[in-house]
């Protein structure tokens, strides 16, 4: 499609867009007295406003029903997670089973490492992702460490070539069958936080597969943005964070997928919990641990109802939706965002911005990550202070997420006014 970088046209994209609509379901803070232009779905999404009702009939239940809640609120709680089984394993291409939705996303992938990262003497080693999310590097490194290993012997990083800003298959999959018998497990983001880049999930599953490895994914930039066909590509087990583009709201709960092929093992190793245990006979309280039959076998504590509440009024939205609606969209908008940041970029001197998030659509989601020459820090203030929410990133990297849910093609047009004005150059 030809775009122009007017708000004529910008504005017949929203009129022929089918998910237009969603915007006014969302909640946006406001600058200067207007709603901003949201970029960082990809960190925090925005509050839905069915999210708030979701909380009330929880809050009145038990004001209500108090204890008897568990039972015989609306939405039960005894098993309210199991409602999200059905809809995320649409979202991550799983079979409901396979889902799990309990605490948070760190916890968890440290909770799956117990059952999947089981070094030996021989197999002991962990590929992951150079400069991977802080909070996966402290996790890898705790978790070796925890088995008495050296994190300098049993981690090895995947490294980007000089000069370029994604990672590339081929070297990944050389690692793996370097590291070989070594490998005990991979464990990569999917969709890299800092760059946008997605990665072969198929192919890569595949080459730890041969390796003999376990083979797991960081989900936290890919649920609810991009494709997942989890249980097709035979990942072991994966898991995500909420609050991201799948706007459940601050810090909430995570979903695991854990493979059908680990369910009803009698000598998996698994931190345990009542809320693991058949849940005919959970409230028996029989002293011997008798696992669901699922994924719900991990589960540890009772669910924390009210911070559930909004995540299931946004995945209920997200089933509405659709995962191919939404990608679809997000190609346009993406698309369109790219081609505004060149249109301006030519109007002025040199290169300013170089996106340095793949081009082509296959290897990215919503976000571009864009490098700014010649701009600094003043730029992103400059953004914020006129309504324009987006990140920054060491040493001089803006991100740009235009979450297909509540973005539109107008917000982008607004955006590419608005940044024209703010360079030095203008
Ligand atoms: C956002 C993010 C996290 C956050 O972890 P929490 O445990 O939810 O605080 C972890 N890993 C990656 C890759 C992320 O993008």
């Given at each position: 499609?030809?775009f122009?970088n007017t708000r004529?046209?910008?504005q017949?994209?929203?009129a022929?867009d089918p998910?237009?609509?969603?915007k006014?379901?969302?909640?946006?803070p406001?600058?200067?007295n207007?709603?901003v232009?949201?970029f960082?779905g990809n960190?925090?999404?925005l509050?839905?406003?069915?999210?708030?009702?979701?909380?009330?009939?929880v809050?009145t239940d038990?004001?209500n029903?108090a204890?008897?809640?568990h039972f015989?609120?609306?939405?039960p709680?005894?098993?309210?997670?199991?409602?999200f089984s059905?809809?995320?394993?649409?979202v991550?291409g799983a079979?409901?089973?396979?889902?799990?939705v309990?605490?948070?996303?760190?916890?968890?992938?440290?909770?799956?490492m117990?059952?999947?990262?089981?070094?030996t003497k021989?197999?002991?080693?962990i590929?992951?992702e150079?400069k991977?999310?802080p909070?996966d590097?402290?996790?890898i490194?705790?978790?070796v460490?925890f088995h008495g290993?050296d994190?300098?012997k049993?981690?090895?990083?995947?490294?980007?070539?000089?000069?370029?800003?994604?990672f590339?298959t081929?070297d990944i999959?050389?690692?793996i069958k370097?590291v070989?018998?070594e490998?005990a497990?991979?464990?990569?983001?999917?969709v890299?936080?800092y760059s946008?880049?997605?990665?072969d999930?198929?192919?890569?599953?595949?080459?730890?597969?041969?390796?003999g490895?376990?083979?797991g994914?960081?989900?936290?930039?890919?649920?609810g943005?991009?494709?997942l066909?989890?249980?097709?590509?035979?990942?072991d087990?994966?898991a995500?964070?909420s609050y991201?583009?799948?706007n459940?709201?601050?810090?909430?709960?995570?979903?695991?997928?854990?493979?059908?092929?680990y369910?009803?093992?009698n000598?998996?190793?698994?931190?345990?919990?009542w809320w693991g245990?058949n849940?005919?006979r959970?409230?028996l309280?029989?002293?011997?641990?008798q696992?669901e039959?699922?994924?719900?076998?991990?589960q540890?504590s009772?669910a924390?109802?009210?911070?559930?509440?909004?995540?299931?009024?946004?995945l209920?939205?997200?089933?509405?939706?659709?995962?191919?609606?939404l990608?679809?969209?997000?190609?346009r908008i993406v698309?369109y965002?790219e081609?505004?940041l060149?249109?301006?970029?030519?109007g002025v001197?040199?290169?300013t911005?170089?996106i340095i998030t793949?081009?082509n659509?296959?290897?990215?989601?919503t976000?571009?990550s864009?490098f700014l020459?010649?701009?600094g820090?003043?730029?992103?203030n400059?953004l914020?202070?006129?309504?324009v929410i987006t990140?920054?990133?060491?040493?001089n990297v803006?991100?740009l997420?235009?979450?297909?849910?509540y973005c539109?093609?107008?917000?982008?047009?607004?955006?590419?006014?608005i940044?024209?004005k703010?360079l030095?150059s203008?």
């Open positions: 499609m030809e122009k004529e046209f910008a017949n994209l929203d022929n998910l237009a609509k969603y006014e379901e969302f909640i946006f406001k600058v200067n207007k709603e232009i949201y960082t960190s925090l999404g509050q839905p406003k069915l999210a708030k009702k979701y909380v009330d009939e809050m038990w004001a029903l204890v008897e809640g015989y609120a609306d939405k709680w005894w098993d309210y997670h199991e409602r059905e809809k995320l394993a649409k991550v079979k409901s089973h396979e889902i799990a309990m605490n948070t996303l760190t916890v968890n992938l440290h909770l799956l117990v059952s999947f990262y089981r070094p021989k197999r002991f080693k590929i992951c150079e991977a999310f909070s590097q402290y996790m490194a705790s978790q460490k290993l994190p300098k049993a981690i090895v990083e995947v490294k980007k070539r000089e000069g370029e800003n994604c590339r081929e999959l050389a690692v370097e070989g018998e490998c497990l991979v464990l990569i983001g999917g890299n936080y946008g880049q997605v990665l999930m198929k192919t890569i599953t595949h080459a730890g597969h041969e390796a490895a376990i083979v994914w960081d989900l936290a930039h890919a649920a943005n991009i494709e066909k989890l249980h097709e590509w035979d990942v087990f994966a995500w964070c991201k583009y799948m459940s709201g601050p810090g909430n709960a995570s979903g695991c997928y854990i493979n059908e092929k369910h009803g093992l000598n998996i190793p698994r931190f345990e919990g245990h849940k005919e959970r409230f309280m029989e002293p011997e641990f696992p039959p699922d994924a719900n076998a991990w540890i009772n924390p109802i009210l911070a559930m509440a909004p995540y299931l009024a946004s209920e939205m997200f089933d509405e939706v659709g995962m191919p609606a990608i679809e969209k997000r190609n698309a965002l081609f505004i060149e249109d301006i970029d030519k001197e040199g290169t911005f170089e793949p081009a659509q296959d290897e990215r989601g976000q571009l864009v020459h010649g701009e820090k003043e730029l992103f400059y914020m202070k006129n309504g990140d920054w990133r060491e040493p803006i991100r997420a235009p979450a297909p849910f539109s093609y107008e917000d982008m047009y607004d955006f590419g006014q940044l024209k703010g030095r203008h």
